[in-house]
């Protein structure tokens, strides 16, 4: 739900139920005050038609007054003398309909004879005030309803509007970006206190980001002396003629060791050089003339273990990074061939701008979750790290290209790589 | 010839000089910038292997300072930087070559050779070893003056062995050098075997003798047979 609404809704129905009480208290204190009022005028006019049967020894002619009725009914000696207002409703002759009136009742004895004086006066008058009063108030209620509507558009959007351009900044924010994050000022503290506070985050996380960014390639091009010391002297050292067999084995299981970090420190650092945008300078490429090389590259390792390629080329040109679609294809074929057995095959197709590469293998699904992690489980055989899958993932990601993984039965994988 | 190793990791240099010492090269080495400097200045080097990150100085000035001298000395650069950009720049400087740490010895020696074939046999390209002839302008091998019938990777493999003659090459540089380093291959490099097996037949077909020698399970090692 968003704000607005939460307030709004809130704000209607708090406005009406305080105007509905307020409503119904005014008309019920303006009732009671109209009735005592009348009542008053009910007690006075009994009071002067007792002064003037005191002086004049009979009862008064009934005068015509509008909206008052005054009858005399003659009755037997009362046991208890009768005084009494009440309402009643009654026919009123000249509206031809019912209404409601306010009646003083008492018994006067006039030269010992007994009546009974009924002055009534009609509460129409009040009725209508009343009904004028709810109509007046349900009108306000709408007109408030209406100002509050409209306020709240105009005014609340307006005043939010620091609030939602805050929140699009953040949400363009990215880590790998270095541009610095800048958020307009506005006049209202919440929001400038809020942006600062964002500011300061992100920009730590940025820096967090870079530092550790710069450290993976720190580290990997420290590492790399030493690997050239290492590799250096195991290359010196399997030129003496005199090792023996053991030692010769031993000399290979080193060897083969740095082969691998090598490998490793490599992906790092063209994993840390894709984040850092190194690899922007964009070409036109014709992709059937690369993959055509880079089958030819791959041609004699299949053929050395017995596998049989298919191939399905359409002429395909795109516009990206050479070298990084280069890495692509080999990457992609590597582990297509790493993962698969001897006997097994590969098929490449190439067309409409895609290229789906499917080997068979003896393993089984990958879980999607962890296929392109790096150093996951999921993919590290003997002698990989993990990374040639991330590898793929972060080239996709840094050239606009989507990468889907596709497993059948019986353990067929295939890489699709849609390039837009 | 005199080689000129400019790389101020001293083991790296010490193993360098090692392997290139044989008796047509004669390696110098420099372990910082002003001692290259100095050098380059004093002699002539068929080669330099240079660094570019040293101690008092970036190997780029000791290589803008032989070109303002229009010093013929071959080049090629030894770098951890691994990227385009460094390359391009480091061939746009004069360098003659770039390659990346870590390194096969075995490469840098072929390129080292390469270099030197380039600077000092003006036109007429041509290595002997033993009966063996290569015409590297024609890209073709003769034995006896019968020309070899060799794909391209076999004549690769045969100049990277000749380049490399009475040094055991591992398996790993083999594949690394005929294939490139960023094929992802694994530790399986039987798959070269197939071409040092046709290369040695070929070899043998045309009455060389049997120059290949395999090194335990490390690597092959090419020499005239004793």
Known sequence: MKLFTKYNRINVISTVIIFLIGCAAFSFLLRYVIINQVDEDLKIEKNEILTYIKTNAHLPSVIEVKDQYTTYRSINKPITLTNKIFTNEAYDKDDRKKELRRTIEFTVNVNNEWYMVNVSKSLEGTDELIQTIIVITVALILLILAATFIINRIVLKKLWHPFYSTLSVTQQFNLNDKQRIHFDATNIDEFNYLNSTLNNALIKAQKDYKSLKEFTENASHELQTPLAVIQSKLDILIQNEKLSEGESINIQGAYDAVQNLKKLNHSLLLLAKIENNQFSAQTKIDLTQLLQNKLGQFADLWKNRQMTEKVNMQPVVIKSNEQLVDILLNNLLSNATKHNYPNGSISITLQHKKLIVTNTSNEGVIDEKILFKRFSKANISADGYGLGLSIIKQICDASGFVCIYNFSEPNVHSFIIEFN | ?226
């Not at chain 2, 360098?16 to 372990?31: D, P």
């Not at chain 2, 020696?109 to 007429?124: P, W, Y």
């Not at chain 2, 083999?174 to 039987?190: F, K, P, Q, S, V």
């Open chain 2, 1 to 226: 010839m005199k080689i000129l190793v400019i790389e101020d990791e001293k083991e790296l240099s010490k193993s360098i000089c090692q392997y290139l010492a044989s008796e047509q090269f004669i390696t110098e080495t420099a372990y910082d910038f002003n001692t290259a400097l100095e050098k380059i200045s004093l002699y002539d080097y068929a080669c330099i292997i240079l660094d570019i990150t040293l101690p008092y100085g970036s190997g780029l000035n000791i290589l803008k300072e032989l070109k303002d001298n229009n010093k013929a000395d071959g080049v090629i650069i030894i770098s951890a930087k691994n990227s385009l950009d460094d390359k391009v720049f480091g061939l746009k400087a004069g360098a003659d070559d770039y390659l990346t740490k870590p390194f096969h010895l075995s490469e840098l020696s072929a390129r080292v050779a390469a270099i030197i074939r380039r600077k000092s046999f003006d036109g007429k390209n041509t290595v002997v070893f033993d009966e063996l002839q290569i015409q590297l302008d024609a890209k073709q091998a003769l034995i006896n003056n019968k020309i070899l019938d060799l794909t391209k990777k076999e004549y690769d493999l045969l100049l990277y062995f000749i380049s490399n003659k009475n040094k055991v090459i591992s398996k790993s540089a083999i594949a690394e050098h005929l294939w490139g380093d960023n094929m992802d291959l694994a530790d399986n490099y039987d798959f070269i075997y197939t071409h040092i097996k046709n290369l040695r037949r070929k070899l043998l077909q045309y009455g060389a003798p049997d120059y290949i020698k395999s090194v335990y399970g490390m690597g092959y090692k090419f020499s005239l047979p004793k």
